[in-house]
């Protein structure tokens, strides 16, 4: 609570903000949609404007165990949780805590966005999935085709409930394709997503077709273009058919303009007017033609329209121009609104609540004050943030790409429909996560990587770096100027003569269609254990004095840098590790899922059932993943591979226990982390030389706190990614 109270507050503003709509509006406001979509309950026809999914996804559920209040008590916690959500996903890609919470805040505290939830209606539900659809594809740094594949799946969920979502694939397919790591993962990912939302759709195709016998995704689509044409259609001047001539407005432009778009695309939705034209007449192919010919002829003033439309949404305050949606649909107003006759709003709410409409004067007057005194978000400040995201999008952050694209392309094609305040409410959930992003991504330092100055005569070698400058120079003279396979195996050993060979022996000579080669890090040993990695075939480089485990695994990393590996394994000379897993570690880097991966004995086994160790691996473990938010089963498992660039770039100064230590300042440090299951098996020869459990414990510990408050301070802008354990 100390470090996050801005985002708590808010939470506690928006939580009571909800409370009094509660107690002001029983048992739920009715719109004129509200009807259609009670009405579908039960059988779920899909052949109105819009697709069915609120009444399957949340309506429908929802009504079986509850009644009307139940269910905007529901879409209240949802919109709190639509805050909460904003602010955890910025605060995973390291936005500042009050820029985080001023991003959740429009969902949290805008009136317009309580009032839609305080409606039976599918707006909200709209939004939480476009959330979801992020929190899904952007979670990752790199989005593999599983996420991706989630994420068209929501996506399709999304168009169920708003038909507008079906344009929401373009962008995701971008930032896919942009943002998925190498050319074949971003493809395959991109390909999954594309599968996957086409999939749902098709099998809600093929519904509407059991009912209506034409694969569709509504029953009026296209009332909806002919409406956006007919109030700008040139009847006198356009080539028009006998049929289409029945269709297009007689009334001047200007008028039709004042009427609207909504007055034309519910026109022939009336009965009577559809009973007006001839007999037999097919008006749904009449409207239809006639959008085709303006839409070819008239370009300019269509996309006119629709531009007008979405600059509408980024006013100061909220506006209303002629022709549009009445705005008073969205406000609080004193007495309980009545979209149609009382009796038949009454009826329904006698049928999925007591019946009582009521609305409380003094809170219903609060709430209306505080929506028309300035409760509501600036259309300026979400221009703002539009305007940041598309500038973060341009410094290459992908997530900004993709919460920009989604709300551009939402906003944009709700425009092209028609303007309205409510289809407005998106761009509160994705505009102010984009300018958040946008503005972190403007304003961090990135980090200047300079190259270590080499010493001049002048300059004194430090004393702790002698035995190592003499092992780099014996290294040298043994095997002058080589290349590396893109694999080494890197061991670190110190006296470990009677077991080397065997491990040495194990490492094979390719691994994933990559050469392998084994280079072992002699630290100071006492008996044979460099004679034995020569032996064995191994390159070696011995250290005059042992330095600890951390220290040898260091100067290995280096040399695999210089030479030109690709990737570095590391395992223990002391036969723990079974070789014949490498695949395991090798195959997610190669394949671009992952920057380091790391074996668990928890997820897999292990040959050294000692409680004390086991309760140890568990404690460590959970404070690992406590103290980085990522989980993590096993921290000190030293069977683990990584790109070659990723130990040479964190600080690495421990001596001893540097499993943890990388694996900390990996964690906090951003790299994607990937956990497998593999066997810790028994020593084959030798003794630990971790000393006894208790000075273990008190040292190990030591190193993993240390470790994290270093890194804390020292912490990039790097978003972190989430370690993965995969069964």
Known sequence: MRSHWPIALLVLGGAALRVVVQLAYGPALLYIDSFRYLDDLGY???????????????????????????????????????GVAIYVLLQRFRVHRWVAALAAAPVLLDAYQVQIEHNIMSDLLFQVLLLLAVVVLAWRARPGPVPAAIGGVVLGAAVLVRIVGVTLVVPAVLFLLLAAGNRKRRLLAAGALVTAFAAVLFSYAMYHRSWNGVLALGGSTGSVVYGRTAAVADCANLDLTADEKLVCPDEPVEVRKRRGIDFYVQYYNIPRNVQALPEDFDHIAAQGSLARKVLLHQPLDVLGGIAGDFLKGFAPTRTQSPGDVPLDRWQFQTTYPMHASPWYVAEWAERHDDGKLTADPELAGFLRAYQLGGGYTSGIALGVALLLGIAGALRRSAPCLLTTGLAATALLTSAAMEFSWRYQLPGLVLLPIAGALGITAITERRPKTKEPAMPTPKQAIPEQAIPEQVALDDYAARYGQHDFAPVVVLIAAYDEEESIGAVLDAVPAFSCGLAVDALVVVDGATDGTAEAALRHGARTCVLPANRGQGAALRLGYRLAAEHGARYVITTDADGQYDLRELPKLLQPLIDGDADFVTGSRRLGSSQRPQLTRRIGTHVFAWAVSAMTGQKVTDTSFGFRGMRVEVPNSVTLEQPQYQSAELLVGVLTRGYRVLEQPMAMLARTAGRSKKGNNLLYGYRYARVVIGTWLRERRRATAAAPVRLESVA
């Open 44 to 82: 779920f026809f899909p052949g109105r404007i819009n697709p069915i999914g609120y009444e399957l996804f949340l309506l429908g559920p929802l009504l079986v165990v509850g009644d009307l209040s139940f269910v905007v008590a529901v879409q209240h916690v949802l919109g709190l949780a639509l």
